[in-house]
């Protein structure tokens, strides 16, 4: 088995990890539940850590991995272009035409009076819930530098910025549980799929 399918194969492992703990979670729990439990941790390094972690998620690090690939003129470069539009598309086409109206955490509890936990000087959407598109940029950038590292154990570690990417979406108050599942399935996914379909063949 080549470098590239074993590192898949570890990075989809993490994936499935990742979806068992949330999915169970959104069963157990009603969403005032998950939301509550989540929101009480919160201190000001939290907040800051947060901000910081989500922000370069969904431009800045796949830009500055892109640029990378088209430095070092990698045959990844053509399967990540590829996964990015098509995750992208996705994402967007399940925001603004099938779950349009999804309610994110702020407008869903609004008018509850449940004191919530907020950031300060965080602008927080109100609407396009569903699925959260940090969290799919996070697992679909995360699985093409695991891919270019080669590495197993950097595979492990690029799931964890991936699980805190998706995590931080549900701190910051943008994100229900169930919204970085589907974005971390349709972002692996993709990737997946064009990965198989365009690079794994060749290895």
Same mark, same amino acid.
């Given at each position: 088995?080549?470098?590239?399918?074993?590192?898949?194969?570890?990075?989809?492992?993490g994936l499935i990890f990742f979806e068992a703990v949330v999915l169970s979670y959104v069963f157990l729990f009603d969403r005032l539940?998950?939301?509550?439990?989540?929101?009480?941790?919160?201190?000001?390094?939290? $907040? +800051?850590?947060?901000?910081?972690?989500? &922000?370069?998620?969904?431009? =800045?690090?796949?830009?500055? %991995? #892109?640029?990378?690939? @088209?430095?070092?003129?990698? $045959? +990844?470069?053509?399967?990540?272009?590829? &996964?990015?539009?098509?995750? =992208?598309?996705?994402?967007? %086409? #399940?925001?603004?035409? @099938?779950?349009?109206?999804?309610?994110?955490?702020?407008?869903?509890?609004?008018?509850?009076?449940?004191?919530?936990?907020?950031?300060?000087? #965080?602008?927080?959407?109100?609407?396009?819930?569903?699925?959260?598109?940090?969290?799919?940029?996070?697992?679909?950038?995360?699985?093409?530098?695991?891919?270019?590292?080669?590495?197993?154990?950097?595979?492990?570690?690029?799931?964890?910025?991936?699980?805190?990417?998706?995590?931080s979406r549900v701190y910051l108050f943008q994100h229900f549980p169930v919204d970085t599942a589907v974005g971390a399935f349709i972002?692996?996914?993709?990737?997946?799929?064009?990965?198989?379909?365009?690079?794994?063949?060749?290895?």
């Amino acid at each position: 088995m080549s470098p590239r399918n074993k590192v898949a194969i570890y990075y989809l492992s993490g994936l499935i990890f990742f979806e068992a703990v949330v999915l169970s979670y959104v069963f157990l729990f009603d969403r005032l539940g998950q939301m509550s439990l989540i929101n009480s941790f919160h201190s000001p390094w939290a $907040d +800051l850590f947060f901000k910081i972690i989500t &922000s370069g998620a969904e431009i =800045t690090i796949p830009i500055l %991995f #892109l640029g990378y690939l @088209i430095w070092k003129k990698s $045959d +990844l470069l053509k399967p990540y272009v590829i &996964s990015y539009i098509f995750s =992208t598309v996705i994402v967007q %086409f #399940l925001k603004l035409v @099938i779950f349009k109206d999804a309610m994110r955490p702020l407008a869903f509890f609004k008018g509850q009076g449940t004191s919530w936990h907020l950031v300060q000087n #965080l602008f927080i959407n109100e609407y396009n819930s569903m699925p959260s598109g940090h969290t799919s940029a996070a697992w679909f950038m995360c699985f093409w530098i695991s891919l270019a590292a080669k590495k197993p154990f950097i595979a492990f570690i690029l799931v964890f910025y991936a699980i805190l990417v998706a995590y931080s979406r549900v701190y910051l108050f943008q994100h229900f549980p169930v919204d970085t599942a589907v974005g971390a399935f349709i972002g692996t996914g993709v990737s997946l799929l064009v990965f198989y379909w365009n690079v794994s063949k060749t290895e």
